[in-house]
């Protein structure tokens, strides 16, 4: 498991949490893999507690699961579990990219402007890693936009499941249309047209439909 660094004031359960999110989306703890809670909390200097509180809450969105007396499991992908995902982002972003049409400023489309440099960057050198962190970091920001910061949040826990097809899509499919999404998606906030970004929205969280058989193909053993 690769370890994230500690944020200031973060609490052991958040850490805990963060690190193992993280490495579900990464496939460093790959579907189908057993994870033990104090192999967890000795990795990451905590206490069984802030592990297990951590892990119960990524139970109650069904990707860990808990066996009393034996090994969690992170379990295999469930592309129902993965269109529910999906589609409850759709409902959120397509609203919040119309919100952002009217909202934006220049400083905030310059923050974006400058988010998709960097994936371009890390698309031309491709690093997989970075390229996931900027593009949650560019949905982030619509967010914050919008003034909508605390829904993003509180979106993570469940958007995992398509988090984790999304990785795959990057790493196995090397879809270059994700990032032209984005700048497609940051033109229309420019032009203060809701339609048109609504409509490359909904675009660009289908795209690992189109994906899916490459995906499985190259993953098979990962999926239900």
Known sequence: MKLLERLPRETGRDYALRNIKENIVNLELAPGSQISENELAAEMGLSRTPVREALIELSRVKIIEIHPQKKSTVPL???????????????????????????????????LSANVRLQNFYLDNYYTNELMTLDNQFHGILFEIAKKSQIFALMQNIAIHFDRVR??????????????????ILQAIGRKDPKAARELMEIHLSRYKIDAADIRAAYPQYFK
């Open 77 to 111: 992908i469930d592309y129902e579990l993965v269109e529910e995902s999906r589609f409850m982002r759709n409902l959120l972003e397509c609203a919040v990219v119309e919100l952002d049409c009217q909202m934006a400023q220049p400083v905030d489309l310059e923050r």
């Open 167 to 184: 990785s795959m899509a990057l790493s196995t499919v090397k879809n270059t249309k994700i990032v032209q999404d984005h700048e497609d």
